[in-house]
């Protein structure tokens, strides 16, 4: 498979510093840097993913973030970049590949960032929208409802978006894939004037006793966004810059060790004297052979010279030696058969019976106890015949 780059000129955009910046990559913007479908007539619906990096690194800027949530849908650049970014250009490499035949497409995007003498609005208001994901909060539209609904209810002369911030970015869980549920964005907006009764309600007692039992808090002007927005209100956070005290954190002094901030490294100097390792190899290898070689003798005398019950088995064996000499000594020897087996007179007349074997036998043979057969032929009982 051939893999082709095509390149793009450069784009240039120029966001304000404090203002919310988006940007669309637009899938069929490189549509058309990628061959068409073999049958011609079909649409051409290609799976193209984006990556974006600053150039020169592996990563964006950390102000800026990027989404895309199927290789279908058009890829998000968005953040808001500080007053420390103004004139730097930043350039952004996108890089669009076609799943399908495994082409790339690149150009790059100057983001010139500029001044504004607005940055920063003194008086800022996050919001918490439950109903939403960050793409689709970042759709010019929806942005644009949101911020008319705030207008209405704040009265501000100047009203600017300032950032928005996925809720999985905050620590949320993602939601279960039921009852179309959404992850939730948070929306951060200032404005030149204070806020406003509405905005402030949440700070009364009541609501805040609602809020900490977990409970909805009573907000008049609520109904001007439930139409498209739940807004969670116990969430919501009003700042005044004007009040805010700086903080400044001082670093504390370095220790001995440590290199100064922007001092250089300095390698020890060639003319070393030359060391002995002779007594370190003695400490980490010889001796610790030595110590394992003898408790390796003190184990083997253990197990084969001091071993408990020697005695015994050798006892054990002369009897096993002794009781199979009896045995075949038993086979081969011939003995009377025992009187106390033998029937010694008939039950009926009294005679003696003799015995009905030869006195050479193996008694290793022969049973105990007569079978009945020779029992019958050795014992003849007289039957009486009937008279006449």
Request: charged share 20%; glycine share 6%; aromatic share 10%.
């Amino acid at each position: 498979v051939t893999i082709l780059s095509r390149s793009h000129a450069d784009r240039n955009v120029y966001p304000s510093a404090g203002v919310l910046f988006v940007h669309v990559l637009e899938r069929e913007y490189f549509k058309g840097e990628f061959p068409p479908y073999p049958k011609s007539g079909d649409a051409s619906n290609d799976p193209i993913t984006f990556n974006t990096n600053l150039m020169g690194y592996p990563d964006r800027p950390g102000w800026l973030r990027y989404i895309q949530r199927t290789p279908h849908s058009d890829g998000v650049l968005y953040g808001s970049p500080t007053a420390e970014h103004v004139g730097k250009p930043t350039v952004i490499e996108i890089t669009a590949y076609n799943r399908r035949t495994f082409e790339t497409a690149r150009h790059n995007l100057v983001i010139n960032i500029m001044g504004t003498e607005e940055f920063p609005l003194p008086y800022q208001a996050e919001f918490y929208i439950k109903n939403m994901n960050v793409e689709e909060m970042l759709a010019s539209e929806v942005l644009g409802d949101f911020l008319g609904a705030v207008k209405n209810v704040w009265q501000p002369e100047r009203l600017n978006a300032i950032n928005i911030t996925s809720a999985l970015d905050r620590g949320g869980r993602v939601p279960l894939p039921i009852n179309n549920l959404k992850e939730g964005v948070y929306v951060m907006v200032g404005a030149d004037v204070p806020f406003s009764s509405c905005l402030r309600e949440v700070e009364s007692p009541h609501n805040q006793l609602r809020c900490s039992q977990e409970m909805e808090p009573v907000i008049s002007c609520d109904k001007k966004f439930r139409a498209q927005f739940h807004i969670d209100w116990c969430k919501i956070s009003l700042v005044d810059i004007n009040k805010v005290v700086p903080v400044y954190i001082t670093r504390p002094e370095p220790g001995t060790g440590i290199l100064p901030e922007f001092g250089d490294y300095k390698p020890p100097s060639e003319s070393l004297k030359g060391r002995d390792y002779f007594s370190d190899f003695l400490i980490t290898l010889a001796v610790p052979s030595a110590v394992a070689l003898v408790l390796f003798f003190i184990l083997g005398y253990t197990m084969c010279c001091r071993r408990e019950g020697v005695i015994q088995l050798v006892h054990h064996s002369s009897i096993q030696k002794s009781s199979k000499e009896l045995r075949s000594m038993s086979k081969n020897r011939e003995i009377s058969w025992p009187l106390s087996t033998l029937p010694v007179f008939n039950p009926v007349s009294g005679e003696v019976v003799p015995p009905i074997h030869p006195d050479n036998y193996e008694t290793t043979s022969m049973p105990l106890m007569q079978t009945q057969t020779n029992l019958q032929n050795q014992i003849t009982i007289p039957q009486q015949r009937p008279s006449g």
